[in-house]
């Protein structure tokens, strides 16, 4: 079993949706939470951490699940300047090495 | 702004050739990272270093070494570059259970 596990998607949705995207994660010692966007032939960029009691920044929302074993990532009102990448990163506890799940294509269309 | 520098964006290389490919951090991390990024394949961590002189490896170190002499900076060496070597290379840094902050990544062919 992958240590992080993503939906690749794509997830084809028009503006102004709202769509979420789930990734599991197997270590249960994992200590640190977060979503990256990337952009075709970018680097990887922090969206945004994701914290115990769930966080939001502007039309995005985070949730952590340690129940479950899952993280999720909402977008509300898409934008088309959403299309993009998604990547769960998740931090063991005890080791120097965030794990990377493969990533969520999304593409927001007119 | 914090930032993590790798030294070229895109680079030719003929198989054969020794490839260094350097990465440069600012924030005084100790932990920095190299990965290579293939389609459908996602992220896949080729070496890790925690510490100056200190190194580990990732999931596929084979064919790949690296030097990490100043805390700042972290280098990646393809001993004899191949083709299936050809691939967007990042480089990252972090502190333990913080973000990984990445270089903008180089592209490189190997023909």
């Known amino acids: 079993r992958k240590e992080v596990e993503q939906d690749p998607g794509p997830f084809n949705v028009p503006e102004g949706a709202t769509v979420a995207f789930n990734c599991t994660y197997s270590?249960?010692?994992?200590?640190?939470f977060f979503w990256y966007r990337q952009d075709c032939r970018k680097e990887p960029k922090l969206l945004m951490s994701?914290?115990?009691s769930g966080n939001e920044d502007g039309r995005f929302t985070a949730q952590l699940n340690r129940a479950s074993q899952y993280i999720s990532l909402l977008i509300r009102d898409s934008k088309l300047s959403d299309s993009a990448t998604y990547l769960c990163?998740?931090?063991?506890?005890?080791?120097?090495?965030?794990?990377f799940g493969r990533g969520t294509s999304l593409i927001v269309h007119p | 702004d914090v930032k993590v520098t790798q030294s070229s964006r895109y680079l030719v290389k003929r198989t054969g050739e020794k490839v260094f490919l350097e990465c440069v951090q600012d924030?005084?991390?100790?932990?920095m990272f190299w990965y290579r990024q293939d389609p459908g394949l996602g992220l896949r961590l080729i070496y890790f270093?925690?510490?100056?002189?200190?190194?580990e490896k990732g999931d596929i170190p084979e064919g790949y070494s690296v030097s990490r002499e100043k805390k700042e900076r972290f280098s990646l060496i393809l001993e004899s570059a191949s083709t299936n070597q050809t691939s967007m290379y990042l480089c990252?840094?972090?502190?333990?259970?913080?973000?990984?902050?990445f270089g903008q990544g180089t592209r490189l062919t190997v023909v």
């Open positions: 270590n249960s010692a994992s200590q640190s």
């Open positions: 990163v998740v931090n063991p506890g005890g080791s120097y090495i965030p794990t």
């Open positions: 994701v914290y115990s």
């Open positions: 924030m005084d991390h100790e932990n």
């Open positions: 270093s925690y510490d100056v002189k200190m190194k």
């Open positions: 990252a840094s972090s502190e333990m259970n913080t973000e990984a902050f």
